[in-house]
């Protein structure tokens, strides 16, 4: 009975050990993008969570983990749910375009990312976690469309990567536009670029048909 | 700022750089929002400088276009693209440094569409469509920073105008 007891107690205590630190992803993303990163301090996040800052660090290491893993958790809610990882029967000219028509929805993930590619302009800390946690969707990204490449209709001859690279960098761009109050002029013409990109990926039709079966 | 962020600017640090008292530099700018704002808008006199010199040496074109932006991407001058970044970044903050941010961009988003008029269907919307791709790949080379940032720009522009359908003559 106490083994049980103790067990309950062990799992409730994981259990609210991760909703903390979900909890503390979601508000450092928040003051991150609407005050900057840089003007941010652990203390002010302890403030604001009613937490002690000690208690921030038992669960991340320095604010540069906390910057990462913040977007780490928003890329994988808005883009891989959405899908940059592509489940296996999507149409991924409908899903990237998909996502240009919801582009205002991840405007705070923009705002974060640009956020942490300032500071890593003069922090080595951030960037490296920063250049870990970007490399680490990209190569998912581009694994995903080499998988289905063929079943995309893709060019043999296109460079998946920099294709990947070619979309995450309209992404990017935008959340440095919109850092100084530059709108896209409207979310249909930002979903129509997506979708002229994406086609640009396949092979043209009359290619299509020339491609000998394996 | 540039070596180590606008955070660690102080007139401390400054005074020892410049071989001033810090009451000095207190005495001149007062506070150190005043220090910074100061810094960013002498490096945005600077961006401006070297946007109207690259604006008068761009040829007409996507070509045009690619050369601007790549002029414009700091391969002359160490630290330009950084600067870039800061700056855009503290715009956030103050509105007379966001302000000039804006117009930074849109006067380069009509370069682009100047050079780019006789691109099919017309230019319009194309200057923000190219400037949102060239400051996406500034940003992933700054993480990155793999080969030439010259070169990163030259591609990937060349890229865009390619799946677009645009000219580069």
Known sequence: MTERVAGSQGRRSVEDAR?????????????????????????????HAGVTSGAIYGHFRNKAELLAEAINARTAALLEADTMGL????????????????????????????????????????RTRLREEQRAHIDEWVAGFERDRERLGLDPALDIEAAVLFVWA????????????????????WADVQNRFARSWQLPPDRKRATPKK | ????????????????????????????????ANLLRAALLLAWDRLDADTDRALKRAGHGGTGVVEMLVM????????????????????LRDPVLRARGQAWLAMLGDAVELRLADAPG????????????????????????????SSQVRRSLTDLFDRLGISRD
């Open chain 1, 19 to 47: 909703a903390t630190r979900a909890r503390l992803l979601d508000l450092a993303g928040d003051l991150f993008a609407e005050r900057g990163y840089l003007q941010t301090s652990i203390r002010d996040l302890a403030n």
């Open chain 1, 87 to 126: 489940p296996r029967n999507s149409d991924y000219v409908e899903t990237l375009t998909r996502q240009g028509t919801r582009a205002p929805k991840r405007r705070r993930l923009r705002a974060l990312i640009v956020q942490g590619a300032s500071a890593a302009q003069t922090d080595e800390e951030t």
């Open chain 1, 170 to 189: 309209a992404e990017l761009g935008l959340g440095v536009l919109e850092s100084v109050g530059i709108e896209p002029r409207t979310v249909k013409s």
């Open chain 2, 1 to 32: 700022m540039r070596e180590s962020g606008p955070d660690s600017l102080s007139f401390g640090t400054l005074a020892g750089r410049v071989q001033l008292a810090g009451s000095t530099l207190v005495q001149r700018f007062g506070t150190k």
């Open chain 2, 72 to 91: 414009l991407s700091g391969q002359y001058r160490p630290g330009t693209f950084a600067d870039q970044l800061l700056i855009l970044r503290e715009d």
């Open chain 2, 122 to 149: 017309g230019s319009r919307g194309l200057g923000e469509i190219v400037l949102t791709h060239w400051q996406g790949t500034l940003t992933i080379w700054g993480f990155r920073r793999r080969g030439a940032i």
